[in-house]
């Protein structure tokens, strides 16, 4: 039984680093509607360039250099959509073309973590911190900082699209992109907002999952992305929500699986779930209507 | 309703309904789209579907070949129940369509639109390809002289070899319903075919609507300008809210203070005028 | 034999070999439109049956795998190419039915990573990780070849695999089949709204083109005598893509072109050139970012690629040969109705 309470509670942590990647991915594909399938290697980039301001430049606190990274991911991410895929989305009516595009960026981006900090597994400068007994959970500091950074990260949110004028914006855009342009709303705008949150949000997840998993690769990002697509497709894709819930129960899944079945296999279990859930309920848990 | 079970009645002239649907709804987020719709369409007919905007007649289209599934209710194919069957079967049994906005197969050529509509050809089946070439040449020579004459009718032969994407919105128009000939359909649904073309185009698609019914094929039409449903369709479905609100001759429907309540009101007078 | 014809060879062998997955991955998203992420699970999966049926009984050679069978070339191919349309077959009854061209995209890179997963950390499947090794020589026990002669001798099987491969290829793309894919590609409501069973067809061309990159595979794991997880992540997936894509997608000599100016060129002839010293793998980070470059550029500038689709013509039927030109010269035929109701004698020929 504490066995199970100890996977639940990294259950916990994977799913709070989930949760933030798969919101991130699913913001950005409610307003343009296409997958970015370059989003896992956003993450590894994000965390490379925290890495990079953590243990190569400033060295400075892992946390704050969590933030630069992540930032620096957003206006990345601006820079992408407005040189590469929003040229290529207005041109091609087809999403073929755009999604090969995403495929193509991954690829680069992969090759130019390669090229620039080898195969080499890196690891962040940051004091190795004890384990905590928190109730029948087992966890770090770090992985606690994690889980809070979720959390508040999901609530600021709900708040954005509950009440701020661009979260209104946002959800009328993935509504209903042409109507939401004839009732004068900038989408341009708001597009290039959502494409700094996703990136953000892509820079914060990778950093994390580096965080909680002790070490960095560049494909790290890219083996990362199907527990992101079974989160997404649980929750119904394009449901900023049920992409929250598709986290959890993503991450609590994989994590719980471990005590049961061998743990190399954990994130295969995320891809079970793809499975059935295509097989019993295609749109998701919480669909949005014609979204599937 | 049901009178086409009885041949004898048909026969006596009675309209044989070729479809009938009764009470389809359909909801879109809680709106219903369509909500109750009731008619028969009488085989051998031209019979406009009007109504005013938002009335669900599209929605209806769609429903009737199995694009959408409705919510509730019922609809029939000559004697054959087609309450939520797949798209393609019910286009199997003779009904085709066309969309409100032209859509053409674009990187096919405009002779390869229409070898592509004939619903089930022996050179789609990878055995036929390899053991019966000469099934397939047979086919495909058959396919490809019916073909022309229907593009020769449709003014559309010189622009045989052009692929579809490169035609103009009229001329895309014309492929779409002319492909939908080649698909020797019993029913055809057509939404909006005018909507959008020149004067001249208008009366030339009216023709060949009329030609259709001259060759066997029931026609519904989803159709705006009342002009074209005076002098071309047998028959009027008005639809409003998403229900039948009155079925028969446009004359007929033009003295039913419902209908001119609804919708047709100030379109009629001015149509008179013509 | 020269190291040079060695090289020279294996370039062929490889030109070759990605020709056939081209045509494969061509069927499915140059014809039909669904757009195969997983296309390298397919190509591995076809390596790895090709080569575990082929290798003796695992016990004693130091490796685990399934299979041993002994089974030789040609057949081995047959059977890898099988197991790749198997595999189409389960992933086609999940997905190809109930999802939108970006959701199947999603699906199967998913299951291409997931494959991979598997095949790395279940050792008795496939030896894991290391891969297999030490396949044998197809057709060692006819000719005894040395690996100097052995190279040119598979190039050229390889060629001649292609050849057949190619004949059947454009048969099924000549053909009404062909027509009815494109259709799909084109417009899948429409094509439905023919009468057209959109699923059965996409299954179709899902297991013919799985089929050719199992065979593909085979080819792969017989040239190289060894295979493993490294060779298949889903950068690979994208490399066949820039080949139809750089190539012509639709055309099948575009695509032995682009399978030339991507694999050959682009990806094969910087592996020989030297190392940068102190940088290991940097030219083939940066070659393999050219590819990606290559392809978005050819996207945005030829997205027909270096030889389009062709125009499908057709010969006229008889009564229409006298006309030279090709062109009929008769306006279209009115109808007689027509004359009923125009009101203007506005010219027949249409407009706008």
Known sequence: ?292 | MTSFEEPAITRQGVDEAILSCEGLTKAFGGVNAVNGATFDVPRGKITALIGPNGAGKTTVVNILSGAMKSDSGSMRLGSTDITNWERYKIARLGLMRTFQLSRELSGLTVLENLLAAPKVQAGESLFNIFFRPRLLKREERQNIERATEILRTYGLYDLRDNRARELSGGQKKLLEISRGVMASPSLFLLDEPMAGVNPALIERIGGYILDMKAQGVTVLMIEHNLNIVEKICDNVIVLAEGRTLATGRLSDLRNNPEVVQAYLGEVINAGTGH | MSAFWYYVFTLVFFLFDYFILAMGLNIQYGETGILNFAYIAFVALGAYVTGAVSMPNSVGTGQQYIFGWGIPFPFNLIMGGVAAMVLAFVVALITLRRLRTDYLAMVLISLSLVFYDIVNNYVRLFNGADGLYNVPEPMSGVFHLTLNAFVPFFALVTGAVALILWGVMSRITRSPLGRTFRAIRDDPDVAAALGKGVFRYQLTSMLIGSFYAGVGGGLLIQFGGSFNPTAWLPGETFVVFAVIIVGGVGNNVGLLMGALLVETLLIHLPAFLPNIPGHPGLIEYIDTMVVGVVLMLMLWFRPQGVVPERLRRFPQPAGELANRDGHSVAPPEQSHYVAAITTDDSEPKDAQ
């Open chain 1, 1 to 292: 039984m504490s066995q199970f309470w100890l996977s639940f509670g990294f259950g916990l942590v994977t799913a709070s680093v989930l949760a933030i990647a798969a919101v991130g991915l699913s913001l950005q594909f409610g307003i343009t509607n296409y997958i970015n399938f370059a989003y896992g290697d956003f993450m590894a980039l994000g965390a490379y360039l925290t890495y990079y301001v953590n243990a190569e430049i400033f060295h400075i606190d892992i946390w704050v250099s969590m933030v630069i990274g992540s930032l620096l991911m957003g206006v990345f991410a601006v820079g992408v959509n407005h040189f590469l895929l929003s040229p290529f989305a207005r041109r091609f009516t087809k999403s073929f073309y755009v999604l090969i595009v995403t495929f193509g960026l991954s690829l680069i981006m992969l090759n130019l973590l390669y090229a620039i900090w080898g195969s080499n597994v890196r690891s962040y400068n940051m004091r190795i911190e004890q384990v905590l007994h928190i109730g029948p959970f087992l966890l770090t500091k770090n992985q606690l900082i994690v889980m809070a950074i979720s959390i508040i990260l999901m609530l600021l949110v709900h708040v954005m699209l509950k009440t701020t004028r661009l979260g209104k914006s946002m959800r009328a855009m993935s509504d209903n992109t042409t109507l939401a342009m004839t009732t004068g709303i900038d989408t341009r705008r708001v597009t290039t907002v959502t494409w700094f949150l996703s990136g953000t949000m892509a820079g914060l997840a990778g950093t994390v999952l580096g965080i909680t998993e002790g070490n960095i690769t560049p494909g790290s990002g890219e083996l990362f992305l199907f527990v992101i697509f079974a989160a997404v497709i649980l929750g119904g894709v394009g449901s900023i929500y049920g992409a929250m819930a598709g986290a959890v129960l993503i991450g609590l899944a994989t994590e719980v699986s471990a005590v049961f079945i061998n743990p190399a296999y954990k994130l295969d279990v995320a891809f079970v779930i793809l499975v059935l859930t295509l097989l019993f309920r295609p749109n998701g848990l919480f669909a949005q209507p014609g979204k599937a």
